[in-house]
């Protein structure tokens, strides 16, 4: 059957069985012997990239966190603006799973699945970093409060303990929600499988799901449960994150702007990630006629309407150093624009602001490759962003005598670059195994479905 853009939920062919299609589209994915070609070259690469992030993870490890260009005042470098970076990258996920469902956003089943498994995968990134940066890995649970052999307790008062309980709560809701998402799903590749090992492995995942009138009932509200509990956490996590910043007392860092501003900004860099993912995905696992070219015109709608509210924060934000006549304020904006790291800034203006406009024109946000292009391009521009609010804060504060410029060093590279290894080799391991799809709810969804009652 040949894949195109139409949509199959529109006048399927006679005797054509329209689930049945959409089963075979998502099953044979991880049914077939041997994947397309491009998975086992984008694999590779993951796994080039993965060798590289544990290498130099293992070179830090052994000669401690000055192998990183961290250096005084710039003591948060590269760590920290990865950490910002992948935990916005996981924002997306929660938003087009718990709140586009509470909002009745059907066009979102389409998508969901992977967009909630980038968000887990995001998170193991991101949690990697702040473990590595407190220079002694080997002793992570001295930040949660367990009793231990050096009776200490965390610092209640602090952000970054607080990112500890946020995070880690963010990502069992996130698990939970994305299991109990692929349960019905689980249950079809079981009775599906043809072997031994598959069946018992899918049919363990799947909880003795067998489709019953009662277990739809409990499913679908232990969903809303769910999402209802998912969404505050949508606003929470990068608030969280940017507390980070906007309690301390750094010029560039004190603002209320922050929590809006990260948290718009992370759905932003989310989208884009998704779109990233999603315009390969179809193309390489024939899965054109689940994701349409009206899903990705939609999520390039969401990335143009998020780029607008970045760009008015950063516009903001001179705006208040300036009412405030705070010298310091001033100091460090224009500075942010025009001094050691002007490069930098005007390079997250480029992609996060001036790119994402061409989206107002149909036929961009309407062409996969403009999409892809756009996608990359603001992934790159929301990394910038977090490298310039912490750098150039930090690199000069009050004190002209303790000014730096904080470069990074070989191994910053490949600890960054290592890190998306680490995400895509997840990432293309998920594609083959699980279920990249909702089938359950594409199909409740489809104009059958509708018909017959399922939803």
């Given at each position: 059957m040949a894949i195109s853009d139409v949509n199959p939920f529109e006048a399927p062919p006679?005797?054509?069985?329209?689930?049945?299609?959409?089963?075979?589209?998502?099953?044979?994915?991880?049914?077939?012997?041997?994947?397309?070609?491009?998975?086992?070259?984008?694999?590779?690469?993951?796994?080039?990239?993965?060798?590289?992030?544990?290498?130099?993870?293992?070179?830090?490890i052994w000669n401690?966190?000055?192998?990183?260009?961290?250096?005084?005042?710039?003591?948060?470098?590269?760590?920290?603006?990865?950490?910002?970076?992948?935990?916005?990258?996981?924002?997306?996920?929660?938003?087009?799973?718990?709140?586009?469902?509470?909002?009745?956003?059907?066009?979102?089943?389409?998508?969901?699945?992977?967009?909630?498994?980038?968000?887990?995968?995001?998170?193991?990134?991101?949690?990697?970093?702040?473990?590595?940066?407190?220079?002694r890995p080997w002793l992570p649970y001295y930040m949660f409060p367990i009793p231990n052999q050096m009776d200490m307790w965390p610092?209640?008062?602090?952000?970054?303990?607080?990112?500890?309980?946020?995070?880690?709560?963010?990502?069992?809701?996130?698990?939970?929600?994305?299991?109990?998402?692929?349960?019905?799903?689980?249950?079809?590749?079981?009775?599906?499988?043809?072997?031994?090992v598959r069946r018992v492995a899918y049919g363990i995942v799947a909880m003795g799901w067998r489709g019953s009138s009662r277990q739809w009932h409990v499913y679908e509200r232990a969903y809303l449960i769910l999402a209802a509990l998912a969404t505050p956490l949508v606003l929470s996590v990068h608030s969280v994150v940017?507390?980070?910043?906007?309690?301390?007392?750094?010029?560039?860092?004190?603002?209320?702007?922050f929590p809006p501003y990260f948290v718009a900004g992370a759905i932003f860099g989310g989208f884009a990630m998704v779109v990233t993912l999603a315009v390969p995905a179809r193309q390489f696992f024939g899965l054109k006629r689940i994701i349409t070219?009206?899903?990705?015109?939609?999520?390039n709608k969401v990335i143009m309407a998020t780029g607008l509210i970045v760009g008015y924060a950063y516009g903001m934000e001179f705006f208040v150093a300036w009412y405030s006549g705070n010298k310091y304020?001033?100091?460090?904006?224009?500075?942010?624009?025009?001094?050691?790291?002007?490069?930098?800034?005007?390079?997250?203006?480029?992609?996060?602001?001036?790119?994402?406009?061409?989206?107002?024109?149909?036929?961009?946000?309407?062409n996969p490759?403009?999409?892809?292009?756009?996608?990359?391009?603001?992934?790159?521009?929301?990394?910038?962003?977090?490298?310039?609010?912490?750098?150039?804060?930090?690199?000069?504060?009050f004190l002209p005598s303790s000014w730096g410029y904080f470069v990074p060093t070989p191994v910053d590279l490949m600890t960054l670059g290592g890190s998306f290894g680490l995400f895509f080799t997840l990432f293309l391991l998920f594609c083959r195994y699980l279920p990249m799809v909702a089938m359950s709810e594409v199909k409740a969804f489809s104009p059958a479905g509708l018909a017959h009652g399922d939803h």
């Open positions: 006679a005797g054509d069985n329209m689930f049945a299609r959409i089963t075979d589209n998502v099953t044979r994915i991880a049914e077939t012997a041997t994947p397309p070609r491009a998975w086992y070259i984008a694999f590779g690469f993951a796994q080039l990239l993965l060798l590289m992030f544990l290498g130099s993870l293992g070179y830090v401690g966190i000055g192998a990183w260009g961290n250096m005084m005042p710039v003591a948060w470098g590269f760590p920290i603006v990865n950490f910002v970076f992948w935990i916005g990258i996981g924002h997306a996920g929660t938003l087009i799973s718990a709140v586009l469902f509470l909002f009745r956003q059907n066009w979102r089943t389409a998508i969901n699945r992977f967009a909630e498994a980038m968000t887990i995968f995001a998170v193991v990134c991101a949690g990697i970093f702040p473990g590595m940066h407190i220079g610092q209640f008062r602090s952000p970054l303990e607080w990112d500890v309980f946020a995070v880690s709560t963010y990502a069992t809701v996130s698990i939970l929600f994305w299991y109990m998402g692929m349960i019905p799903d689980f249950a079809t590749f079981r009775d599906r499988a043809t072997t031994t940017s507390f980070d910043f906007a309690t301390a007392q750094l010029p560039g860092w004190h603002t209320t702007i070219i009206r899903h990705l015109e939609l999520m304020e001033v100091f460090t904006f224009v500075n942010r624009a025009f001094g050691p790291y002007g490069w930098a800034y005007w390079t997250m203006i480029s992609c996060n602001v001036l790119f994402p406009q061409l989206h107002w024109f149909p036929q961009v946000r309407r490759w403009a999409t892809l292009i756009i996608g990359l391009i603001v992934n790159v521009g929301m990394w910038f962003e977090r490298f310039v609010i912490i750098c150039t804060s930090l690199s000069r504060d």
